[in-house]
């Protein structure tokens, strides 16, 4: 079952923590103000001046009072280049500084590659990466003597390379986070900047750390921090190509050390001690020790993000030297640089693909729709519960931890004002108590009785950015990193609760697949039941009756109508509000709005998805005659009940889990033939073992009793073992120690075999420290890309296939593929959903769907489906390729069975195989 913790990833050559994301788009939006000025200095074509020699120059020419003055009339002649053949570092620097100039400065400017554009036709532009234009490649032929990277501006042309993509990317983020920032305050760029960066040099604190650190953790209980030193150890690998040492605290002082979190180091007690009542995180360098200090485990991720970017950014050259990092919320003069929030936008408004921050749509879509999703809520201060309620900190935090899902109390002012904040008292919250009565203010301190500009001019207490926030500038800080559950004055929050667990099922189902009437009827949900039943109890009670009527009015009416519920509270007037909120900002607001926001990227990927043929039955492309090699792919057998071994499954038992399965191995091998058997993960669930009724202590549980996952294998595959080769990964429900799964399955938790002249190389992405009792699964710890590297080097002239429980990024697939061209594709599970998705360059990650119950099923009691989604249907992958390898493809069978549940009868009559998806 899906249970990811949200997992930090690299980029452009620095840690950038998906918790770190709203920092960075601060200083991206604010960068980007400041980069105008230097298209205004280049108007009008005349500027010839040949430039000084090349230097670290500070702007200081004053601004201006309006930045459109820089723009003038040549804003719209403006477009960003960037290499036709650029790698996706380069093309995302290039289309981020795009975007942000477009929804910062109401513009339309392009992005285009190189050879789209005739140089002679476009003489404005912003050229980032080694482009074929003549002022890219000067810069980068001065680049093979004198740096890492360079910015310069050309006549009307300001260039932006490096060596390499991850250098151009360097360049980018010091323009826009550093350099154009300063230390001189000023809004300019000057006219004849000519910036060259030798990375070696100036980061040259990157190479000490990483070639005489090491990284310390505590070991008490801390995977977290032992998991963020891996990172770092990454990271600092990219940046240097030298591997640092991670180990726990447990041994002696070595000296130079990175400590993580609160070690047993005095230094670490010390940084802990830094730290205000209301500080986020600290990095301090004094002495050989460089110390993360932070109040929540996703503060330590930030800083650490933190401490790569100024190791980047050569802000820490000398390690001799102290140092000590700005406060993510309460640096001094930090809040006074707070961007202007109606800019954010979602970034997967204008592009194809959703954006990082959603991982896997149907992973997201699960949690949701088991009520399982990551909510925080920023009336009870965000992450930790540490910031003033309904605070720009406590909503900005709690974005940063990567929150599937932020709850806001609303309620309105006197002009009609939505705002976010958590009582319709102001004094419990702000200074009103001391200004109420006085100077034209209101007589009381209701919400009600103020209107928006009257509140704005209030401190709000414990809060450094100071006052308050409107519900649109709460939704556009949360829009395309989260969803907003905004509980609006007048509606209980029971009554909301309940709302958001009947109709969330219904909005995801609908986005996916529109069920035949002729095969089922949709169901009452348990909660709408629950409120029919109160409503019939106490028939005076108006908020039930209202909110079981919603419902039926819902149901009684075409699915899309169902956005319109809970915007009707408080009437017609805040139900405009809501839905321009979502006209104006983009961004689809809790409850309902996921079934819009579903159809929305279903609608924009349908392009990248081959999964649309599940309900047809389709032909072989590969002769049998032509055959040479044939694998099966299968996850997620989840073999284990709830509460007893005697349950069904969906009507279906364990034991006829295990028939329909090696029938279908049998069925397999005596047709078009079988090599090997591929098990990708969630044998069975949190190491659960055969007769815990009959275990007569938790020790004599897990010593005297076999694992289920065990039992599963020497059940349905063991008995094949001299007919073709099984090879078994783990997934994030078998959390066992790397020498307990050798000791059942014959490998290390992660691994690589050759078939042919196919190499597999078989990732585990939760190799977290484990458990060889009941656990409640391992967290998500994403690709060791040092170990696949060694092992890519093992089959330089092989096709290789790789694959793991699940993968959580397709832009990190995508750069795989990229630098190891002989990878002709992915596979892993997890989700329990069949699909097939180009990760953005022809190379395809398919997900098999699973051997188990559907996605969607709820196990909150008795067995329901709600809907049946028929990419979820029982079933694995064949992966076939002729001898010679000119030929590979990939296909899905779906098993016929009758599924039931206490609500609906589900069958698939027949059979069905996909089309087949070449892979070669």
Not at 94 to 119: E, I, P, W, Y
Not at 230 to 254: F, I, M, Y
Not at 768 to 787: F, L, R
Request: net charge negative; proline share 2%; aromatic share 10%.
């Amino acid at each position: 079952m899906p249970g990811l913790s949200r997992p930090f990833y690299q980029k452009n050559g620095g840690i950038l923590l998906k918790k770190n994301l709203f920092f960075r788009a601060v200083l991206l939006f604010a960068a980007v103000a400041l980069l105008l000025p230097c298209l205004a200095a280049c108007r009008g074509g005349d500027n010839g001046t040949e430039t000084a020699a090349p230097t670290q120059t500070t702007a200081t020419a004053e601004p201006t009072e309006k930045l459109s003055d820089f723009f003038g009339s040549e804003a719209k002649n403006y477009v960003v280049i960037y290499p036709t053949s650029g790698k996706s570092a380069v093309i995302e620097a290039a289309k981020t500084l795009t975007a942000a100039l477009n929804s910062t400065f109401g513009l339309s400017l392009r992005c285009r590659t190189d050879n789209a554009v005739k140089a002679a036709d476009s003489p404005r532009e912003i050229l980032v990466g080694e482009t074929n234009r003549s002022e890219s490649k000067t810069l980068a032929a001065t680049l093979e003597n004198e740096g890492d990277w360079g910015i310069r501006w050309a006549g009307t042309r300001l260039a932006v390379c490096g060596k390499g993509n991850t250098a151009t990317s360097r360049a980018v983020n010091r323009l826009l986070s550093d350099y154009v920032l300063g230390q001189s305050g000023t809004l300019r760029l000057p006219e004849k900047l000519d910036l060259h960066w030798d990375f070696r040099e100036m980061s040259r604190a990157a190479f000490t750390l990483a070639e005489s650190y090491r990284v310390i953790f505590p070991s008490a209980n801390r995977s977290d921090e032992r998991r963020l030193g891996g990172v770092l150890r990454d990271e600092l690998l990219a940046l240097t190509g030298s591997t640092v040492k991670v180990q726990s605290d447990e041994n002696g002082d070595t000296g130079a050390e990175i400590l993580i979190g609160l070690t047993n180091r005095p230094e670490s007690t010390e940084g802990a001690k830094g730290l205000a009542d209301y500080q986020d995180y600290r990095v301090t360098v004094t002495g050989n020790k460089v110390v993360l200090s932070g109040n929540s485990t996703e503060a330590l991720r930030r800083a650490a993000a933190d401490l790569i970017e100024a190791l980047t950014l050569g802000k820490i050259t000398d390690l001799g030297k102290s140092y000590v990092s700005e406060n993510l919320f309460y640096g001094e003069g930090h809040a006074e640089r707070l961007p202007d929030l109606a800019s954010f936008i979602p970034s997967w408004s204008t592009s194809v693909q959703p954006a990082v921050w959603l991982g896997s749509l149907d992973e997201k879509i699960n949690a949701f729709t088991t009520i399982d999703a990551r909510n925080l809520s920023a009336v009870r201060g965000g992450d930790t519960k540490r910031y003033a309620s309904c605070s720009f900190e406590a909503i900005a935090s709690a974005v940063l931890c990567g929150a599937d899902l932020i709850t806001l109390d609303v309620f309105e002012t006197k002009d009609h004002v939505l705002v976010a904040v958590p009582d319709g008292n102001l004094s419990a919250y702000t200074d009103a108590a001391e200004r109420y009565g006085a100077l034209g203010a209101p007589s009381s301190t209701l919400v009600t009785d103020w209107t928006w500009e009257q509140i704005r001019a209030l401190k709000m207490t414990r809060s450094s950015f100071g006052r308050v926030l409107t519900l649109s500038e709460a939704v556009s800080l949360c829009a395309g990193r989260c969803m907003v559950y905004a509980n609006v004055s007048g509606a209980d929050d029971w009554t909301d609760t309940l709302l958001y667990q009947a109709f969330v099922n219904q909005n995801a189902a609908k986005s996916y697949f529109i069920p035949n009437p002729d095969r089922y009827t949709l169901t009452e949900p348990k909660t709408v039941t629950a409120l029919r039943k109160w409503m019939n109890r106490d028939k005076s009670n108006s908020a039930v009756t209202e909110a079981y009527n919603y419902w039926t009015a819902c149901v009684a009416k075409k699915p899309n109508h169902w956005s319109r519920l809970l915007w009707q509270n408080n009437g017609n007037e805040d139900s405009a509000t809501w839905q321009s909120l979502r006209d104006e900002w983009k961004t689809f607001l809790y409850t309902a709005d996921i079934a819009a926001y579903c159809d929305y990227i279903g609608k924009n990927q349908s392009a990248s998805t081959k999964t649309d043929d599940v309900s047809t039955d389709q032909p072989y492309t590969i002769n049998q005659s032509d055959l040479g090699y044939r694998v099966m792919i299968i996850s997620d057998t989840h073999y284990y009940t709830t509460s007893n071994i005697k349950d069904d499954n969906l009507g279906i038992t364990r034991a006829k889990k295990k028939e329909f399965l090696m029938a279908q191995i049998r069925k397999e091998l005596d047709g078009r033939g079988l090599d090997a058997i591929l098990v990708l993960g969630d044998l069975a669930t949190d190491n659960w073992t055969v007769g815990l009724a009959d275990a007569k202590s938790e020790a004599e549980m897990y010593t005297k009793n076999t694992y289920y996952a065990k039992t599963l294998y020497d059940d349905c595959f063991k008995p094949f073992e001299d007919e073709l080769g099984i090879y078994v990964l783990a997934g994030n429900h078998d959390s066992f120690l790397n020498e307990k799964w050798k000791e059942m399955f014959g490998t290390d938790r992660q691994f690589s075999f050759k078939i042919g002249n196919m190499a597999f190389i078989m990732l585990d992405t939760f190799s977290d420290k484990g458990s060889n009792s009941k656990g409640n699964g391992s967290s998500y710890v994403g690709i060791d890309k040092t170990w696949l590297a060694s092992e890519m080097a093992k089959y330089r002239n092989c096709k290789v296939v790789v694959c793991s429980h699940y993968f959580n990024s397709m832009s990190e697939l995508k750069e795989l593929s990229d630098q190891y061209s002989n990878i002709i594709g992915f596979y892993h599970g997890h989700t329990h959903l069949y699909e097939a998705v180009d990760v953005g360059n022809g190379t395809m990650c398919i997900n098999d769907g699973g051997f188990s119950y559907t996605a969607f099923a709820s196990e909150g009691g008795e067995w329901n489906f709600e809907y049946m989604d028929p990419r979820s249907a029982w079933g694995y992958c064949i992966l076939e390729w002729t001898a010679d390898n000119s030929r590979c493809v990939s296909y899905r069978t779906t098993l016929a069975i009758t599924y039931e549940a206490t609500n609906m009868t589900y069958r698939i009559a027949k059979e069905r195989k996909t089309a087949d998806i070449p892979l070669s």
